[in-house]
């Protein structure tokens, strides 16, 4: 397992449990003031995906670590340097296309290889899609344009759509972690982490 695997398992579990507290006792103090929990809800969104993007680069630089050590040393930084330069993570959300094109430095089908690793990758693509929608929509302040265009799904934001997005992304990160390890593998690097 990647650190970063264990990172997410990890602290960033913790910080996702701790808003889903801070939104039970909010609904126990005020109930019948989805106002509140409205903005706990846009709040877990936004941290679910930005713990999410931190695990993805977190474990594209393990990746691109463990196999620029397979270089002599004065080439390493070179390669590591290649396989992060420009990254998507680095700067945006980690939607399906930022993550396609960044793994795809590793030489292979990211998202391909993770639906041959496990059918149901391809409904958790989906689901990133659409959390990545909601967090935009929340960020930006675009959520009555992007609710009018019928843009966001689900169309109402629950605790229970963001337990949802959370499991879907817990499953996709276990997956990834496997994939990646398998290439690096592949590419002569036995034991990546």
């Not at 809800?41 to 691109?64: G, S």
């Not at 989906?126 to 966001?152: F, V, Y």
Request: net charge negative; aromatic share 8%.
């Amino acid at each position: 397992m990647s650190v970063a695997l264990e990172q997410w398992r990890g602290p960033s579990s913790l910080a996702l449990d701790e808003i889903e507290l801070l939104y039970w006792q909010v609904e126990f103090a005020a109930p019948g003031e989805p106002a509140l929990t409205e903005q706990i809800n846009h709040h877990y969104v936004t941290l679910l995906v930005a713990h999410f993007q931190r695990y993805c680069r977190a474990v594209h630089t393990e990746a691109a670590e463990a196999l620029a050590a397979l270089f002599e040393p004065d080439l390493e930084s070179v390669i590591e340097s290649l396989f992060k330069q420009g990254r998507l993570l680095d700067r945006g959300n980690p939607t399906p296309t930022a993550l396609g094109s960044d793994f795809s430095r590793f030489g292979f089908r990211f998202w391909q290889e993770l639906e041959a690793d496990d059918r149901l990758n391809l409904r958790h693509k989906k689901q990133l899609e659409r959390l990545c929608e909601w967090r935009n929509g929340i960020t930006h302040g675009d959520l009555p344009r992007k609710q009018a265009a019928g843009l966001l799904d689900p169309v109402d934001l629950t605790l229970e759509a963001c337990r949802r997005w959370r499991h879907e992304l817990g499953a996709l990160a276990i997956s990834i972690d496997r994939v990646l390890a398998t290439r690096c593998q592949a590419l002569g690097r036995p034991e990546p982490w």
